[in-house]
Nanobody, 115 residues
Framework: QVQLVESGGGLVQTGGSLRLSCAAS????????MHWYVQPPGHQREWVAG???????NYASSVRGRFTISRDDAKNILYLQMDSLRPEDTAVYSC?????????WGRGAQVTVSS
């Protein structure tokens, strides 16, 4: 059974940093690409960052230059390093991967940025 489990969320002040982890129960190289999504309070879920097997990364304009997505295939962990956090980054952060035509989502981790 494929599981994705996020950790590393919490409360941080404006300008602070957090690193989220997404631990997979399978070899993450089986996912062609993996992504982070956010769902702010009262809003739809939005894509923020993605990374391919070769390490190619893409970011939403709202986080480019502040967030860094990475993967450790040896540990089967996806990361999201978040710097210069802002109150508007407050959201539930979820990791996602597509494998063999099936969508896999983690349950999410709450990130709250205080002003």
């Amino acid at each position: 059974q494929v599981q994705l489990v996020e950790s590393g969320g919490g409360l941080v002040q404006t300008g602070g940093s957090l690193r989220l982890s997404c631990a997979a129960s399978v070899d993450i190289s089986k996912f062609e690409r993996m992504h982070w999504y956010v769902q702010p309070p009262g809003h739809q879920r939005e894509w923020v960052a993605g990374i391919g097997r070769a390490g190619t990364t893409n970011y939403a304009s709202s986080v480019r230059g502040r967030f860094t997505i990475s993967r450790d295939d040896a540990k089967n962990i996806l990361y999201l390093q978040m710097d210069s956090l802002r109150p508007e980054d407050t959201a539930v952060y979820s990791c996602y991967g597509l494998m063999d035509g099936t969508n896999y989502w983690g349950r999410g981790a709450q990130v709250t940025v205080s002003s």
